[in-house]
């Protein structure tokens, strides 16, 4: 896990107030760690401090108050959260703590939180958002009268203005063995998809040509509410992830799943990505491929069939750009089944794959599991297990090149710019390396000819300096 752009600076420089003007608003800096759910939350808190009046500090030094929204999933992102908690309190001092850590089994991320650093204000959990608020007035006085249009439309994003995270649900309803985010943000608890489709249209009014659709379980969506009925626009829908997609795909911006457990009824999004109502790009976590590795996960275990179903999604959207997660070394697993998770990604030939050696989380059934994997080992079979994702990316990649392709533009180079095409999402994938002879406009879309490849990334010449006003229908060239 890795700081967000959030995070306050280092300054010299104090907040002063010349003699004879009045009083700048009280300031807040904020440092957003973990994944992109948590960077939604920080938005939230930092869109109602904004609407509130609060000035947002870029630094340390500058904020009268710091707010550290931290993670507790893993034990090196409980790690980094800690250090950031006492970094902003060196730097700064007065420090309010939020996110998951403070919600780590019995209160114990709490308790952990105020043993090393006592001098803190506050802790809470995560999706606490009127606690933190009430912190932030306990300890900084809001500002007499709240101007509500200093609030931008859509809200404060930590993110580039072109692209935004919008999450549509809380919690999870998977037991995982590895996991305790059920235990840190609850059960499955999915948003009216009236609301989700007005968020998601106030954003693109804003400027955001990218909706990345996030929650922990993304294909559960409206499970809970039985599918019950709400309104878009006067008109009767279904609160399900289908109907979502299909919402969300007549906005006119580009739409990319993220976090689909590989539910049967996934196969029906492939059809909406077909279709290009949104992006080809399926973000599946599969975790394993040993049937035994996966009971002891809980997680789905019919690995044959999953191989059927990447091969027919593949037929049914060809393009389809496949990104997976795994975890290596998980306790028991033998040197002959992570064989055979080698074998898996031999044959499914995944375009994107990330994976993590296992670490144990507190509070995490998989702890008690026997036969725990020694920790170089598990960092072996990473490292191994990427070195041969690294050549399957390559090839997949250099099967590419004479292609063209649609590139958004995430940052602009003195000679062109870089960014993505529907196939790479934003920090976690690969990018595009777009030669212009002139810098690009961040935020603008521009057709490409691939012209090159490595493991990673793809170099392609702009074929439409000037850029195009809008994607295609549903981002497709």
């Known amino acids: 896990m890795s700081a967000r752009p959030a995070r306050p600076t280092r300054s010299a420089q104090g907040r ?24 939604v939350d920080s938005e939230r808190i930092l869109s109602r401090l904004r609407a509130e009046g609060y000035a947002v500090s870029p ?29 902003a309190l060196s730097e700064n001092g007065k420090v309010i703590v939020t996110g998951c850590l403070g919600a780590r089994a019995d209160g114990e991320g709490q308790s952990l939180v105020k043993r090393l650093h006592p001098a803190v204000l506050a802790v809470t959990g995560p999706q606490q958002t009127e ?112 109907e979502l997609a299909l919402e969300l795909g007549r906005l006119g911006a580009w739409v990319r ?43 789905p275990a019919k690995v044959e069939r999953t191989i059927e179903r990447i091969r027919a999604w593949r037929r049914s959207c060809p393009g389809l750009a496949i990104r997976s997660t795994f975890i290596a070394g998980f306790p028991g697993e033998t040197e002959a089944e992570f064989e055979d998770l080698i074998c898996f990604l031999q044959e499914a030939q995944l ?3 990330g994976c993590f050696a296992y670490s144990p989380v507190q509070g ?13 080992v598990r960092e072996s079979r990473r490292a191994r297990l990427m070195q041969v994702q690294a050549g399957i990316s390559a090839r997949r990649l250099a099967a590419r090149v004479g292609a063209v392709d649609r590139v958004l533009v995430d940052s602009s180079t003195p000679d062109g710019g870089i960014g993505r095409t529907a196939s790479e999402a934003p920090e976690i994938d690969g990018v595009v390396h777009l030669a212009a002879g002139i810098s690009l406009k961040p935020g603008s879309f521009y057709d490409a000819r691939i012209v090159g490849s490595d493991e990673h990334d793809l170099f392609a010449e702009c074929l439409n300096p000037g850029g195009l006003q809008e994607p295609a229908k549903g981002g497709l060239a």
């Open 16 to 39: 002063t107030t010349p003699r004879g003007r009045s009083r700048q608003p009280p300031s807040v800096g904020f440092v957003s760690l973990g994944c992109p759910k948590a960077l």
């Open 131 to 242: 606690q933190v608020l009430g912190a932030v007035h306990e300890h900084l006085p809001r500002p007499h009268e709240p101007f509500f249009d200093l609030l931008p439309p859509g809200g404060l994003k930590l993110t580039p203005r072109h692209y935004a995270y919008l999450k549509i649900a809380e919690g999870c309803n998977q037991s995982c063995t590895f996991c305790v985010i059920p235990s840190m943000r609850g059960k499955l608890a999915s948003r009216p998809i009236g609301e989700v489709v007005r968020e998601a249209g106030q954003l693109i009014e804003a400027g955001v040509r990218e909706l990345l659709v996030v929650s922990q379980d993304t294909g559960a969506y409206g499970v809970d509410l039985r599918s019950r009925i709400d309104f878009v626009d006067g008109r009767p829908v279904k609160t399900r992830i289908k």
């Open 351 to 353: 375009d994107r794959v």
């Open 257 to 299: 799943l993220h976090y689909l457990y590989p539910y049967p009824h996934v196969d029906e999004l492939i059809d909406l990505m077909a279709s290009a109502c949104v992006l080809p790009y399926v973000d599946v976590p599969l975790q394993h491929a040993h049937p035994r590795i996966l009971g002891l996960m809980r997680r």
């Open 364 to 376: 995490a059934e998989a702890n008690g599991l026997p036969d725990p994997v020694p920790e170089d």
């Open 59 to 87: 630094s340390y030094a500058e904020a009268d108050l710091v707010i550290v929204n931290t993670c507790g999933f893993i034990d090196a992102a409980v790690e980094e959260s800690l250090q950031a908690i006492g970094e």
